[in-house]
């Protein structure tokens, strides 16, 4: 049996990043500063106070990057583009440096045979639309669609393929319900509003990318499998709450034009006295999409827990009485998420099975993991927990694709160590390792792996 997984014909096999962890440049060229930069020079905040002012200097790098893609044989390549480096204050000016960037990052990407996959929001809001409400309030959705546009028309003509925003659920209960990603906010309804609006600048961007023609449009959400740490009424009652705010919070209104039936019950009165959703939202929201991005690393194992904040205007939206515990009896990875590939399976069979003919075809935008790849003594990196990680990941997808889910593409994450958000760079997910200091790109052995997967595919 070969140790690489198949898949059909025309399969799209590709590697992501994103603007903040790899770009750095933080200052150049005219780009505006955003929530990440604030939020990472906040003392406190960021594991060994790191910044992403350098990260992996791709904006001075990115030639040699695109060699290290090519040399790997991606059909795809998928990037962000960071919305402070072409409207430096989120609204008004565009800056022409940002916009030659990306484009001449493109040009590089399509003479090497690689198809580009732009993300448009992976999370660097500009600070001044934050310093204005943030994603709280809707002018930060009717900025981005402007945004959208500006970038569509310049460059529409050379990318196939884009996605609105990554991982909704990240910019909203992270950022302004935990905490711990920027702006750092600590919400109950601020979350949930921003939740929304997010959901609304999908939909507003999602109109103005088919008004420049774009070939592909689609959003890329960070889907759990959530699993009840016993059988108890209360644990899998729990679950319940998980799920809504993880899963259904987005693929309810984006794939079925509804909000969920369930989120009284998770969010209780933040969410009854709501004022932030308008008619005609949903109709926005639930437009038709040319593809769903999913990114997936790991189940969540899910108990019940009581309420941690007392007073019910500083609760924030993710202490809905459930907490994450341990996955018993299996490997956990440097994040310490557990190792369960059939979850991957179950977790895509699920959502063809919620949805139907609803659900359009999927593209695996982000998956891989962070493990303590240190260099052996001759510089090589033996990585071999990733790579077991990545061989069966890929096969638990291609057993999802066997029980009739229509995947048509896959991207490991990451091409590069970068700066992982409120870890700093601490935690490695590349598969080439980045020296820091000296900013040298050594491939590990995974992508040696992923490489001959990819020449075996092709053969």
Known sequence: MSDYPSFPPGFVLGAATASYQIEGAAREDGRGPSIWDTYSHTPGLVMNG?????????????????????????DSYRFSIAWPRIVPEGSGAVNPKGLDFYSRLVDELLAAGIEPAATLYHWDLPQALEDRGGWRVRETAERFAEYTAVVAEHLGDRVPRWITLNEPWCSSFLGYSIGRHAPGAKEGRGALAAAHHLLVGHGLAMSALRAAGVREAGITLNLDRNLPATDSPADLAA????DTQHNLVWTEPILAGRYPDTEEETWGELITGEDFRRDGDLELISQPLDFLGVNYYRPIVVADAPHRESDPARRVATDNRYEEVRHPGVRHTAMNWPVVPDSFTDLLVRLKKQYGDALPPIHITENGSAEDDAPAADGTVHDADRVAYLRDHLTALRAAMDAGVDVRGYYVWSLLDNFEWAYGYDKRFGIVRVDYDTQERTPKDSYRWYREMIAANRA
């Open 239 to 242: 679950v319940v709450r998980a």
């Open 50 to 74: 790191d910044t992403g002012d350098v990260a992996c200097d791709h904006y001075h790098r990115y030639p040699e990057d695109v060699a290290l893609l090519h040399d790997l044989g991606v």
